[in-house]
Every structure is written in C-alpha cells, then in structure tokens.
C-alpha cells in the first residue's frame, strides 16, 4: 500500500530553503488527495531576543508581521495550485522543540517537510541545526528538502544571483 500523508507540517523562515520546502509541500499534498492538509508554522526564536538590552515588543511586532505576509503569500500560492486545506500559525519559543515536538502532537502532523540548513559546520556546533534536531527527535517523518521541484540540487543565494545574470 501506498503511504500517504494527511497533515503535512512546512516549517518557514522566509529562507530559499524553507521556500523549496513549501514547493514540495503543495506538491506531496496534491497526490495525496483533498483531505491533505499543510500546515504552515513561522517559530519565532524568543531566546534570540533575550540578548538585547532595549528590548522592545515593537521587535517582536514587527517579526510577526513579516512573517504573517510572508506565509500569506505561501497560503494564496498553495490554493492556487489546488490545495483547498493549508493554515498556518507563528510560535514564540525554541523553533527545535516546537517543530519537531509541540505541533506534530497537537496538530496530529504525519510528515514535516523542512528545508535543509546551510549552517557550517562550526555554526552546527556552536547553534545546532534546527533541522538535524527535528529529524534526531520528531515522532513522525520528516523529508529534509536539499533540492527544487525537478530535483536539481539548491543553489545557494550567490549561485542562484549568478545565474539570474547569465
């Protein structure tokens, strides 16, 4: 039997890679039948502004505003290409915990789809990967993207700037 996918979660950051993610998304989702569903999550890292001595909620304001556009935009894209069930939400707190843990439980999520991380390999150190932590501890699948939808391997930001001006 043919293993399909109801509750798909998309992590997005507004990166190339979270973008490609989202693209196969709407791709796994429409071969799996109308009763699939993405659910689209912005995770805002909270820690990330502990560090700032004039911290201000107008920072955190202005985050989830860009994020709540960004994922517009996914939301209208994904319907258009014939994906009736697709929502979305932005999480305050450690985005490894929240994406490999929190929602797949409260969502009921069967796959997370997530973009590849172009962290070196001390930045892994140093940070750790979001996306090597969900794959090490999530409880369903996770499809970690590395490539676009004719699986042509991503093309960093200089490579894909390069070839615009070819």
Known sequence: MLQTYQNILVPVDGSYEAELAFEKAVSVAKRNGENSSIHLVHV????AFQNISSFDTAMVEEVTATAK???EGYIKEAKENGVKNVDYSI???AP???IAKDLPQEKDIDLIMIGATGLNAVER???GSVTEYVTRNSKCDVLVVRTDLENKPALSKEQRAAQEKD
Do not use: A, N
């Open 96 to 98: 490894k915990v929240v």
């Open 125 to 127: 150190i140093l940070v």
């Open 69 to 71: 556009k960004t994922i």
């Open 44 to 47: 805002v890292d909270t820690r």
């Open 91 to 93: 999480e305050y707190g």
